[in-house]
């Protein structure tokens, strides 16, 4: 789905159902996953070539746009990229490029994509890592009051607040603070070229120009981390052993910090790891709006043209990066949630 | 009614079911607001015509100057043609409502149908199918989507496949815990046991059951798919032609609406988005929670 | 109630930011030291390389312009041909044989010596490497040898007598940086400085955020009066703008009509309108061919008949489309190379101009066996109904506007018109492969008319593989040997009547009607800068010239005070800091107090 949270109000939070559980299950169950990802991941590679390879645009005459170039060069060139040898022979060499690791060479920037990507990948981690970081500070905070004080004002407010922000369209909500703060933070970018050198200074510039973007998405995301910690804490709180600790007169604050918040914890960490690929892809439009030279940004730039090569690694990248944070996600539930352990 | 048929008892007790979950709905504030606010918003879009005149949204029979601030004619201003932003807000609505539908109807179709299959045959066709779920979910949808909406010709349905065929693997892992569920009662056996064919059971027994869960699933994602339109028009993909919300949000930002402050031009489509799309969660998860058992506890 | 006080918190943090940044000056002129002369550019397009082998983007070539001379450039005012590294030139008799001589005493930013060596490395490196010829290989294809018999002296044979000797836009790379290059394809140029002989120097680049380009001192024509130039990059206009107004950059360009309307009666914002090179027009396919004369595409085949090509180019309104659909941001157009371009720009004598008349279009079809049908659509000579399908680009935001008003003009001769909306990548698809009956064009043109000339010609046809450069599938007799005279005209003046033939034989053909020029739409912070060097002046452009005069001649504006924009940020950033550290601080002292109450 389309935007940064989108599946994420109705996330698959439950258990996962053990095949074959018993002695042994999960390993059994985790090689399974394991497996299934290896093959989605090879579904991936084989979809990334042929899904771009259908888009309008030719490649050739988006490299040489403006440039007064013969039908010559333009075969030359065509001949250059190997565009011109039948698919199922570029398929191959496609192939036979990402078993040695190499993702090739992007068609307009001319430099090898693994390289554009390692230079996107650190502000799109740094965006996302501290929106995410904020938002879960944020949702769990809200989404505990929330839970314990049900039906009062404050939940009703606090709820509302974070759904209605969760429904407005991100690029939307990015252009409103852009506009209403003035001033205050730049338009632009990840740091400002004329920021004396040295760490201070440069990290501070960069928390000004990250300022922005990061409170966009920690609006747009939080909401479900709040709602996420608010109904699993209401059904901690129904718990034998939380009515007992209350009937043995434990405060209510006790009770709530250490009982019933730590097991409520954890759908919230499975949600965190679902959620983290996608988001990555998710912030193509707060990218596009503040202009943050992260992935998203690359993915859509890539899409102009189309930039196979870099259409094609970006997509193995952004899909092997949600994969990967599926099996984090599986295998903290094995770990970390007892009753599942006990299966 | 001496005698009532099997199906007309089925039907009372469908009947009866239906009023026990709105007696329940009713008891949820947000829920009620989301729909109330539903119902209003869907009269107006489909009343437009009747309440509205339609010419206004044509370029040369705008009567007002570009980018008017409010005032006692043009509540809420006029956009850089000079036409009325709240009549444009209004129609508007028609077109975002149509897309988030649509695309809504595509992908729950699309989930049903895999969900439904997965868990009713089971062993390779499940294995399979659930396989194709799973790699479906890690796609990034967004960049999927972009493409998807590039290869096809510009238009509203261009962005209604792009939107469905991205977002229905969620409902389907839904439909498919669901359908397990169900198939496992009792009374399925029964119908086997009776002779039931696949045809028989999925039609007369698995879907009346999973149906309640899908609507309610389908209700959050119409407000996934409007906010998933106006994304792909922001980036420049949706159809011109169609006044979606999205598309005017897109107008108003290459018309200099920004630059300019006009604000009665770049609040109300969004703020239009962030209202339905809250109705459509509100009321939806309403739903969800009078209907499955596990959330109703709480 | 922690919800209180957080929200307190809040308030108070933000009350605070405000306070400092009132305090500073929000807004003022912005420089990171107070003797450093900055100017700051907006970038709206992607810069793909700046390789200047490979770089053919509209961004890229405007860097190339700034960091490397060229042979020679064009002039400031008029853009006519004028001295760059070479200062004298002359052909031979035979016409094929160019002497250059090159400046004294210009050495490239490393202080090295610029010689004709360079000059001569650069063309046959170009002629001789294939990957080197990527981006500008066109200018020397007709190249026989170069050669530099003395380090003044640059002698370029020619295979053919070639008129486009004085716009070579080629940039001119240092001999001895480039020569340890191995893989021309692979080399990014972005080892800093980067030796050049233009007016800036690069000195930092970090792709789509910003570049940074220092005055070069040894630049033959002197120094700029700035220090510093910064291209910062925008994803969205809009934000472009928000940054001049914010004072975050010093100049914006490409904005659009509504952008530049609505920045009219800013403070401290000058506006230019500037003629722009480039040419809209209206294509309709006469026959898509290939260079082997096969027909591809799926044009109608109607409109291989001129007389009803003319019809529909006398029912275009050019005039009402500048007025509504540009906002007046543009000239109506006439002939097919931009005003801008004076000495060869051409618009139809007033017995031959045509005018947008729909009774006489009607006449005329009525007269050419176009009868109507009873739904008054007429129908062509096979008897079918003469609908159109008019093919518009989404990315470009006139297709759109102009596609109503041209589907309402063409109704009222008979003429019905589907509009069909489609992407950048579908759009340029179906424009090389001919499926289209009419469609948006847009081509910009240089000081030297050759290029736009050449793709009207037989020899840009595409092949079969689709490499092509034609606009719109032409290939005229009468046109092709007007080309070839006018590339072997070195006489300026006769070359001008030859290239202005050709567009009255463009205006006879109608395979395209031209519909706009339309302006280039520019913005700055008069209170920071001021003086830039306008190209042609008046009335040109400063961003995107042929040349680097609008940079090379800003300067700051007498009113800048020189303040830290960069000190605002620290602080911005200080405040950011602060409130991150404080809510981590809460967190462990609530932790602590918790700790404290579960001892009890």
Known sequence: MIGPVSTALAPDLAPPTTPGGRGGGTVRHLATKLGGAVVSLLMVIVLGFFLFRVLPGDPVKTITRGAPVGPQQLAALRHELGLDKPIAAQFVDYLAQLARGDLGESYQFRVPVSTLIGERIGPTVLLV??????????????????????????????????????????????????????????????????????????????????????????????????????????????????????????????????????????????????????????????????????????????????????????????????????????????????????? | MSTPSPTAIAWQRRRAAVGRVWQEFLSDRGGLFGLAALSLIVALAVFAPLLSDASGLDPTHATGRPLEAP??????????????????????????????????????????????????????????????????????????????????????????????????????????????????????????ALGAGHVHVIIRHVLPAVAALVFANTTLTVAN?????????????????????????????????????????????????????????????????????????? | MGFRRLAAGLVATALALLGASTATGAGAPTAHAADQKVLRVAVTTTVASLNPFLASHAADTEFGRLMYEFLTADDQKDQHPIGGLADKWDVAKDNLTWTFHVRDGMTWSDRQPITSRDIAYTYNLMLTNPTAGTANGNFVKNFDTVTAPDEHTVVIKTKRPQATMLALDVPIVPEHVWSKVTDIGKYTNLQFPVVGSGPFVLTDYKQDQYATLKANPTFFRGRPAIDELQFIHYDNPDAAVQGLLKGDVDLVSRLTPAQFNALQGKPNIALNKAQGHRLNDLLINPGAQTNTHERIGDGNPALADVTLRQAIAQAIDAKTLVDKVYGGYAEVGSGYIPPVFSQYHWSPPADQERGFDLAAANRTLDAAGYPKGTDGIRVDKTGKP?????????????????????????????????????????????????????????????????????????????????????????????????????????????????????????????????TAYPNQLEAYRSDHVTGFGLQPDPGGVITQQNGYWGYYYAKPAAAAEQSAGAGLGLLIGIAVAVVLVAGAALLVVRRRRVNADERE
């Open chain 3, 386 to 514: 003469l609908t159109l399908r008019l093919l518009g680009d989404s990315g470009t935001a006139t297709d759109q506007p102009s596609s109503q008003y041209v589907k309402s003009w063409l109704g009222q001769i008979g003429i019905g018109v589907d509009v069909q909306m489609v992407s950048s990548d579908k759009f340029s698809d179906a424009g090389v492969a001919g499926r289209y009956d009419l469609a948006f064009g847009s081509w910009g043109a240089n000081p030297d008319p050759d290029a736009v000339l050449a793709v009207q010609t037989c020899a840009n046809l595409p092949d079969a593989a689709g490499n092509g450069n034609s606009e719109n599938f032409l290939c005229d007799p009468d046109y092709e040997r007007l080309y070839a005279e006018q590339s072997a005209e070195l006489d300026t003046a006769k070359r001008a009547e030859i290239v202005k033939q050709m567009q009255a034989r463009l205006y006879e053909l109608d395979t395209s009607v031209i």
């Open chain 2, 71 to 192: 005032s006692g004619h043009f509540l809420l201003g006029t956009d850089n043609l000079g036409r009325s932003v709240l009549l444009q807000v209004w129609w508007g609505a028609r077109i975002s409502l149509l897309v988030g539908v649509l695309a809504t109807l595509v992908s729950v179709g699309i989930g049903t149908l895999v969900g439904v299959a997965a868990a009713h045959f089971g062993g390779w066709t499940s294995a399979v199918l659930m396989r194709f779920t799973d790699f479906f979910l890690v796609l990034p949808s967004l960049v999927l989507a972009i493409a998807l909406s590039t290869v096809l010709n510009r238009g509203i349905f261009a962005i209604v496949l792009a939107v469905g065929v991205t977002s229905w693997p969620s409902t389907a892992r839904l439909v498919r815990a669901q359908t397990l569920a169900v198939e496992s009662r009792p009374y399925i056996e029964r119908a086997w």
């Open chain 1, 129 to 343: 890592g501290v929106a995410t970081a904020l938002a879960i500070l944020v949702g769990l905070w809200l989404g505990t009051r929330a839970a314990w004080r049900r039906g009062s004002r404050f939940d009703r407010i606090s709820t509302g607040v974070a759904l209605l922000l969760w429904s407005a369209p991100t690029f939307w909500l990015g252009l409103v603070l852009l506009t209403v703060t003035g001033n205050l933070f730049p338009s632009q970018g990840l740091i400002n070229p004329n920021t004396p050198a040295g760490f201070l200074p440069q990290t501070l510039d960069l928390l000004h120009h990250l300022t922005l973007p990061c409170l966009t998405l920690v609006a747009v995301l939080y909401a479900q981390y709040l709602l996420v910690m608010r109904s699993s804490l209401l059904e901690e709180m129904n718990a034998d052993y939380l009515v007992t600790a209350k009937a043995k007169g434990l405060r209510d604050d006790l009770v709530r910090r250490r009982h019933a918040v730590p097991n409520a914890m954890l759908p919230t960490v499975t949600l965190i790891f679902l959620n983290l690929g996608l988001v990555v892809s998710g912030a193509v439009t707060v990218e596009t709006v503040f202009s943050w030279p992260g992935l998203g940004l690359l993915t859509y730039q890539a899409l102009q043209g189309p930039d196979l090569p870099l259409l094609q690694g970006l997509f193995v990248v952004l899909a092997g990066a949600v994969l990967v944070m599926n099996l984090i996600a599986e295998l903290l539930y094995q770990v970390i949630d007892p009753r599942v352990r006990a299966t």
């Open chain 2, 225 to 298: 798919s409007i906010i998933a339109e106006s994304t792909l028009s922001f980036l420049g993909l949706g159809d011109p032609n169609a006044a979606s919300w999205g598309e005017m949000l897109n107008a108003a930002l290459g018309s200099g609406a920004v630059t300019y402050g006009a604000w009665w031009y770049l609040l109300p489509p969004g703020l239009a988005i962030a209202l339905v799309v809250l109705a459509f969660m509100l009321a939806g998860r309403a739903l969800e929670t009078v209907l499955n058992p596990r959330l109703r506890e709480r």
